[in-house]
């Protein structure tokens, strides 16, 4: 299995930052995409930003030039740097991670984003 422990959730002034970081941990032969999700309240879970094995990324378009996603891949982690943020990036915000063994796609536990106006 494959275990996804996230950080760096907080309360934030609407144009403030935040840096979320998500760990893989657990029986790792390989990682391939990894990415965010959020969920707001009474709303689906979006997708947010992907970045592939060999650094690829791409963003929803709400978030283009505001957050940039990236990983470490020695230390299997993949990061979210959130800058410019508004009210309405409040959520509950998920990472995943794709990987070989089923179910081959891992989730985080979620990390809660509160952007205040």
């Known amino acids: 299995q494959v275990q996804l422990v996230e950080s760096g959730g907080g309360l934030v002034q609407s144009g403030g930052s935040l840096r979320l970081s998500c760990a893989a941990s657990?029986?790792?032969?390989?990682?391939?995409?990894m990415g965010w999700y959020r969920q707001a309240p009474g709303k689906q879970r979006e997708w947010v930003a992907g970045i592939t094995s060999g650094g690829s990324t791409n963003y929803e378009d709400s978030v283009k030039g505001r957050f940039t996603i990236s990983r470490d891949n020695a230390k299997n982690t993949v990061y979210l740097q959130m800058s410019s943020l508004k009210p309405e990036d409040t959520a509950v915000y998920y990472c995943?991670?794709?990987?070989?063994?089923?179910?081959?796609?891992?989730w985080g536990q979620g990390t809660q984003v509160t952007v205040s106006s």
């Open positions: 995943y991670v794709d990987h070989p063994l089923w179910p081959f796609r891992s």
């Open positions: 657990g029986s790792i032969l390989s990682i391939n995409a």
